[in-house]
């Protein structure tokens, strides 16, 4: 591409949506009162994120070669997403993720990896072959983790910025990928189960990202959904406060947080500048309902930072 680029190397997932007045417990039957099919994964949804804030965005990944799988990839084109490098899975169905959403907007969340789960060297190897000109690789947990480890050193080492988004959360991550790791961006939930103890106010994001650092992650920004955002550089440390807004569904509401974010580092803004774009990104992206569907534009994402930062 002769514009500068940026990557995203993860899962593209169909999201069956569930809509229920409370989640259930273990056992337990409810009643919902709606249901939807609505393309998702973290990495098409991050995908999407960028793409939508008008920047050049490559999608690396795969589907199957089902009814679900054609679906994904017209919804990433339309969208703005080069898909040329998803390749589609004969052998394996798509990636499914089953969500539940209750009437506070918290969800429950159960993915079917499908073909995530057979990303592997040759996927690592479109990835590289991206390399040149791209402005950031984003990565993320929903394809295995050996091929996320091969494309964070790939990228280390041809100087493009790796943004890390450690979801789902586990607790076997090799000690060497924290160190091709430029930004990462766990949840408080993540975060937590990384460093071992509980992560839920600015004081305890501030110890587990010195513990993050203390591996060799450069940045760490911890989010804590509406208690706002931590971050930890190895320069300074600061808190960005949650923009208020009537939560409808947070789904993909960090995918489009790690969408602005990467946006604005892209686009030269300071850290401090490209985690408030994240927090706009991530709160409009809760204001409506499912994955992709609620990811914001850019003209969106400026006028809300206009009348809410200016």
């Keep these: 591409m002769n514009q500068t680029h940026i ?26 009162y709606s249901f939807a099919t609505v393309p ?16 050049p965005t490559v999608m690396v990944g795969r589907v199957g070669s089902d ?11 339309v969208a703005g997403v080069d898909t040329s490098d998803v390749w589609v899975d ?61 494309a964070a050193k790939a990228a280390h080492q041809a100087g493009v910025r790796v943004i890390l988004d ?5 607790s076997d991550i090799p000690a060497a990928l924290y160190s ?6 766990p949840n408080a939930v993540e975060a937590a189960q990384l460093v071992g103890f509980p992560v839920n106010d600015p004081k305890t994001a501030a110890q587990a990202a010195t513990v993050l650092q203390q591996r060799g992650v450069k940045t760490v920004v911890v989010k804590l ?19 208020p807004v009537e939560a409808v569904d947070t789904v993909a509401a960090g995918d489009a947080f790690n969408g602005g974010l990467a946006v604005a580092l892209a686009e030269g803004l300071s ?22 569907s609620s990811l914001p534009d850019r003209a969106t994402v400026e006028a809300f930072l206009k009348a809410k930062v200016f």
């Design 7 to 32: 990557i995203i190397f993860g899962s593209i997932n169909m999201d069956l949506v569930a809509r229920t007045p409370s989640l259930p417990v273990p056992g337990e039957t409810l009643l919902g």
């Design 40 to 55: 998702g994964g973290k990495g098409a949804n991050q995908a999407v994120a960028v793409a939508r804030l008008d920047v």
């Design 67 to 77: 009814e679900f799988g054609q679906t994904l990839l017209i919804k990433l084109q």
């Design 90 to 150: 004969d052998a394996t169905p798509s990636g499914v993720a089953m969500i539940a959403v209750d009437d506070r907007s918290e969800n429950q969340i159960i993915v079917i990896p499908g073909a995530n789960g057979q990303v592997g060297a040759i996927d690592v190897d479109r990835v590289i072959q991206r390399l040149p000109d791209a402005a950031a690789l984003l990565l993320q947990f929903e394809i295995p983790l050996p091929a996320v480890v091969a």
């Design 166 to 170: 450690p979801a789902p959360a586990r």
């Design 180 to 185: 091709f790791v430029d930004i990462i961006t």
């Design 225 to 243: 959904g509406a208690n706002g955002v931590f971050c930890a550089t190895p320069e300074e440390s600061f808190f960005v406060a949650a923009f």
């Design 271 to 292: 850290i401090q500048q490209a985690i408030t774009w994240g927090a706009a990104t991530g709160a409009l992206s809760a204001t409506k309902a499912g994955a992709q």
